[in-house]
């Protein structure tokens, strides 16, 4: 007798039916889980957007915003140049300059004790507006490895304030105690310079850097 006998009595089980995929449960455990650690980090994330987005206001964000305005939307508050350009700093000049100004040795000059930082403002002011490229001597010593990128059209664009802003910050942290670069000045070395198609040449601005 054999199960191939065709006249053994019908199985019960018909053989389609044997063959079906086991019962799920294994694999739903693991997507279920995977669904409910999903909803606990979209809850957590929710949470922490809570209570530390600031409810993105713009005093949060926006350096350029400073208060509440008076009453009818009139003055603000006066904007602190030093704070602002602080917050610049740390987000576009850190990575090159170092936190302490120092730069790196024999690639990004530094700005700390800088003679062209606290020298004639309308030098720095052209170096953010447009970059510098090629040989410049700071403090008797020569870089000439990188490119210092523009802050004003052909770069990043930021307005006269913020770079008023970062300048006047790198002319009074870390030691240096040259007085605040306006908005102002910005506008009048904008304007003057306006043709400007590339980054200068530190002998461009020897005018307002003379050699000591
Ligand atoms: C990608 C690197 C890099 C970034 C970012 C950068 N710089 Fe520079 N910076 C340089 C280099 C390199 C030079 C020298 C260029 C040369 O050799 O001609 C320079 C030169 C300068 C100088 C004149 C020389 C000196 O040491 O006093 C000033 C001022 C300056 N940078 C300020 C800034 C400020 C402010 C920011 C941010 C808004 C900034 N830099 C962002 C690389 C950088």
Not at 95 to 105: I, S
Not at 114 to 130: Q, T
Request: aromatic share 8%.
């Amino acid at each position: 007798m054999s199960d191939s006998n065709p006249n053994s009595p019908a199985d019960p089980t018909p053989a389609h039916s044997r063959e079906q995929p086991e019962p799920h449960e294994e694999q739903n455990f693991p997507s279920l889980l995977l669904l409910f650690l999903c909803s606990l980090l979209i809850f957590g994330s929710a949470l922490y957007l809570q209570r530390y987005s600031g409810g993105f206001d713009p005093l949060v964000y926006n350096e350029e915003v400073q208060g509440r305005g008076g009453p009818a939307g009139g003055a603000t508050a006066a904007v602190d140049p030093v704070a602002a350009g602080k917050k610049l700093y740390a987000l576009n000049c850190v990575t090159c300059h170092q936190a302490t100004g120092a730069g790196l040795p024999g690639t990004y000059p530094p700005l700390a004790g800088s003679d062209w930082v606290n020298g004639n403002e309308d030098a720095i002011v052209r170096i953010l507006i447009h970059g510098l490229s090629g040989p410049v001597t700071v403090n008797g010593v020569t870089y000439n490895s990188a490119a210092m990128p523009a802050f004003g059209p052909l770069g990043s664009n930021w307005k006269d304030e913020k770079i008023a802003y970062v300048l006047t910050y790198i002319r009074q942290e870390w030691g240096n105690q040259s007085p605040e670069v306006t908005k102002e000045t910005v506008a009048r070395i904008r304007a003057a310079t306006a043709d400007r198609a590339k980054a200068w040449a530190a002998a461009e601005l020897a005018e307002f850097h003379p050699a000591k």
